[in-house]
């Protein structure tokens, strides 16, 4: 059983404040990617990895930045956070098969 | 652009009536679909792909690529089906998957 987990499932921070998401996932897994999802809005690619160190844009990438130093590890880092950055942040893995295998989520909270 | 479309945010129907979820795609190349579920308090996860033409707990989805449309269905609704449910896109050698804006179905007893 492919296993995603995420740091933490609710987190609330203050403007300004840099926020790290961590991902870690158990099925040495190439591809990794971490979505926002918003109510009618869906799920938006901010990042993904296809290697370690590899990274490239999603559709929304601006006010994060991501690291993957390790294969099982990928982390989203925002830089500065602001109010609009508040949502459930899923971080998602895909072996060579097509399917995605999601974490629980990350609720974050900025104030 | 590759795009994904759900018309509908939400779907009510009764138990036991059909169900169709919509989807709509647009990409140029040859595509990947699948719908993906996510249950109350439950993480996101697979429930079909079109390449594998499987039922899965009832449903179907057929790919119509003259229509371009992936819709979901299943004939009799259970309430256990109540969730929300997207649509999703692979493309760029199945490196990239985007999502449509999802639909939640309701099914009222």
């Known amino acids: 059983d492919v296993k995603v987990t995420q740091s933490s499932r609710y987190l609330v921070k203050r403007t300004g404040e840099k926020v790290f998401l961590e991902c870690v996932q158990d099925m040495d897994h190439e591809n990794m990617f971490w979505y926002r999802q918003d109510p009618g809005l869906g799920l938006r690619l901010i990042y993904f990895s296809y290697d370690v160190k590899m990274k490239e844009k999603g559709d929304i990438p601006e006010g994060y930045s991501v690291s993957r130093e390790k294969k099982e590890r990928f982390s989203l880092i925002l830089e500065s956070a602001s109010t609009n950055q508040t949502s459930m942040y899923l971080c998602a893995t895909k072996g060579r098969v097509d399917e995605q295998y999601f974490g629980p989520g990350t609720r974050l909270t900025v104030t | 652009a590759q795009r994904v479309t759900q018309p509908e945010k939400l779907l009510s129907v009764f138990k036991g009536a059909p169900v169709e979820l919509k989807c709509n795609y647009s990409?140029?190349?040859?595509?990947?679909l699948f719908w993906y579920v996510q249950y109350s308090r439950q993480r996101l996860q697979l429930l079909l792909r079109?390449?594998s033409r499987e039922s899965i707990k009832g449903f179907t989805a057929d790919l119509n690529k003259g229509e371009t449309s992936f819709h979901l269905k299943k004939p009799f609704a259970q309430e256990e089906d109540s969730a929300m449910y997207y649509c999703?896109?692979?493309?760029?050698?199945?490196?990239?998957?985007?999502f449509g804006s999802g639909t939640r179905l309701s099914i009222r007893p």
């Open positions: 079109h390449i």
């Open positions: 999703a896109l692979a493309y760029s050698s199945a490196s990239k998957i985007i």
């Open positions: 990409y140029s190349g040859s595509p990947e």
